[in-house]
């Protein structure tokens, strides 16, 4: 193996690198953090909104039904009080009218106290609604601010990942292909340093120091490589 042909590996290795390097910040941009939390928190505040104004829909419903039962009582209560004062009934059919009239008056007074207790939860429950779909207002505010960040950062971080991979086509056809193998073979296992300079007997790659025997051991190899984490080495 020519010595022009790890050097051009070793320039793959730079450009691979830096590929890796941004491809690795893509996904661990701060704001990704962030955005997640916001996710999380707006179907937290979603689901929240869905109960508020389900039991919200509860209360005005019973709300209805009560103020139409109190019409209903209030008008039945009106009409029994003509026949009593219209006259002409039997002091039995009078008293039994009274009782009636007074029993009516008693309904319309646990009505109008069950209208006011159901006045009072829908204003506490509208007003707990609010806050809540406020806060989903804002919420989703921010989230589309970092979705707006994270788009324009991974604009540019494709733009360069992109660029990379041009820069790289320039150095694959100039790489023996049983050595480009090896090198794609390797990647993968070892945190994508494939190759790495032999340097004062120290492996560049997991900074073994190898004794005179170990590293001409190493140099019989073709292509040398390293004898603890294997990797491809290029004598210095």
């Given at each position: ?35 997640k939390v916001t996710h ?180 019989k190899e073709d292509p ?6 294997r990797r491809i080495l290029?004598?210095?």
């Open positions: 193996m020519t010595d022009k042909a790890f050097l051009d590996l070793l320039d793959l290795q730079a450009v691979d690198t830096e590929i890796d390097q941004q491809l690795h910040l893509r996904g661990s941009l701060p704001e990704l953090d962030e955005f999380a928190t707006l179907t937290q505040l979603a689901e929240k909104a869905e109960e508020q104004n389900a039991e919200l829909t509860e209360t005005l419903s019973a709300l209805h039904k009560a103020e139409g039962e109190l019409e209903l009582t209030e008008t039945k209560h009106g009409s029994e009080e003509m026949r009593m004062f219209a006259g002409g009934l039997s002091a039995k059919d009078l008293t039994h009218l009274q009782a009636e009239i007074e029993m009516l008056g008693r309904q319309i007074e646990e009505a109008e106290e069950e209208i006011l207790g159901l006045l009072e939860t829908r204003e506490q429950q509208e007003a707990a609604l609010a806050e809540t779909n406020k806060q989903l207002a804002d919420v989703e505010s921010r989230s589309a601010a970092l979705e707006a960040a994270i788009a324009e950062q991974w604009k540019e971080i494709d733009a360069q990942v992109a660029a990379g991979q041009e820069r790289r086509k320039n150095f694959v056809p100039l790489i023996p292909e049983d050595l480009y193998d090896l090198y794609e073979k390797l990647r993968p296992n070892k945190e994508g340093i494939a190759i790495a300079r032999l340097l004062e007997g120290v492996c560049g790659g997991c900074h073994l120091s190898m004794s005179p025997a170990e590293r001409h051991e190493v140099l040398p490589r390293c004898l603890q984490c290029v004598p210095q």
